[in-house]
C-alpha cells in the first residue's frame, strides 16, 4: 500500500507533469515607474548570466508573470502599497532610536546614501569573511552603534528598513559577485537549490527552472528571480522578504525549513541573487 507521502509526491508531479496544456509564457510588457522625481524604465528582461547559459536564453523578472491589475500597482508609487513601508523606514531612519540618541541620519545622512547596496548583496565582508545580506548590514549598525538588540530577520522594524535601503537601489542592475570568496558560499547556494526537500521532494529547480511559464493550481510560476524584493505580496497584505519566501517554499514542500537568516538560506539567496545577474532591482515590488 503506498504511503501517504509517495502519494503526495505522486499528486505534486502529476500536477506539474499535466500542465503541457496550460503553457502561458511572460507577458510582453515594459515597467515605467512614476516617481516623484518622474518617470523611471527598469530593466526587466536580460540575457541570461553566463553561469546560467545552459538553462535560459531570457531571464525575466518576476513582475512579467503577473496579471494586468498587478503589474500596475508597481507602475505608479503612489498606487504601490510597498510605499507605505518605505516611509515607515524613512521615519525610523530619522528617528533617534540609538540607546544614546543615535539615528540612522546621524551616521550616514540621508538614505540616499545606500544607493547601489541593494544591488550587489548577499556579498563576502572583506574584513570578516562573513556573507553578508543587507539585513545584516542593518543589525550590525543596530547593535554596534546604536547600542540595541538585533532586530529579528523578518521583524516589521527590519522590513521597513530594507524597504527603503532597497528602493534606494531602484533601477541598479543587479552584480552579486560569485568568484573568490563568494564562490564557496555560491556553490553552497547552487546545491541548495537542486536539493529536493519533503515528503513531496521537490527542489527550487523544480518550480522555477523546469516548470517557469506553466500554471500550478493559480499561480504563474516564474524563474523564480528575487531583484524584486522586498515585495509586496497582495496574498499576505503586506511586505515578504526573500529570507521568508525560502521559508514558505520549503515549508510547502512539507520539510522542516532552515531559519531565516541562516547560513544555509543566506547561501540560497546569494545563488539565487546571481540567476538574476543583468535584472534591475525593482526597489518594492508588488507580487500576487
Known amino acids: 500500500m503506498r504511503s501517504h507521502a509517495t502519494t503526495l509526491a505522486a499528486a505534486a508531479l502529476w500536477g506539474l507533469g499535466s500542465l503541457g496544456a496550460a503553457l502561458a509564457g511572460p507577458v510582453e510588457d515594459t515597467l515605467t515607474v512614476t516617481t516623484d522625481a518622474g518617470e523611471i524604465t527598469l530593466v526587466t528582461t536580460a540575457p ?3 553561469h546560467l547559459r545552459d538553462v ?6 518576476g513582475w512579467h508573470f503577473r496579471e494586468d491589475e498587478t503589474r500596475d500597482l508597481e507602475r505608479d508609487d503612489f498606487d504601490n502599497p510597498g510605499m507605505v513601508f518605505v516611509d ?3 521615519d525610523m531612519w530619522n528617528a533617534e532610536i540609538g540607546a544614546n540618541g543615535e539615528s540612522c541620519a546621524s551616521c550616514h545622512g540621508g538614505p540616499e546614501s545606500m544607493k547601489g547596496l541593494r544591488a550587489v548583496t548577499p556579498r563576502v565582508d572583506p ?6 545580506l543587507v539585513e545584516d548590514y542593518i543589525n550590525e549598525c543596530v547593535t554596534e552603534r546604536m547600542g ?3 532586530w529579528g530577520m523578518t521583524s516589521n522594524e527590519m522590513k521597513d528598513m530594507l524597504a527603503l535601503i532597497s528602493l534606494q537601489s531602484r533601477g541598479e542592475i543587479v552584480n552579486v559577485a560569485i568568484d573568490g570568496p563568494a564562490r564557496p558560499f555560491w556553490e553552497k547556494g547552487r546545491e541548495l537549490y537542486y536539493t529536493r526537500f519533503g515528503q513531496l521532494e521537490m527542489s527550487c529547480a523544480n518550480c522555477h527552472e523546469d ?3 506553466n500554471f500550478i493550481r493559480a499561480d504563474h510560476l516564474s524563474q523564480g528571480q528575487v531583484n524584486g524584493f522586498p515585495t509586496y505580496r497582495l496574498k499576505d497584505a503586506g511586505m515578504v522578504t526573500a529570507q521568508q519566501r525560502f521559508v514558505g517554499c520549503v515549508r510547502d514542500t512539507r520539510a522542516e525549513t532552515f531559519k ?3 547560513d544555509e538560506f543566506k547561501a540560497l539567496e546569494l545563488y539565487v541573487a546571481s540567476r538574476g545577474n543583468g535584472l534591475a532591482v525593482e526597489g518594492v515590488s508588488v507580487r500576487h
Open 48 to 50: 541570461a548570466p553566463e
Open 56 to 61: 535560459f536564453d531570457t531571464i525575466y523578472s
Open 88 to 90: 515607515r523606514g524613512r
Open 127 to 132: 574584513e570578516s569573511g562573513k556573507l553578508m
Open 148 to 150: 540595541r538588540e538585533a
Open 211 to 213: 516548470n517557469w511559464g
Open 260 to 262: 531565516a537568516g541562516s
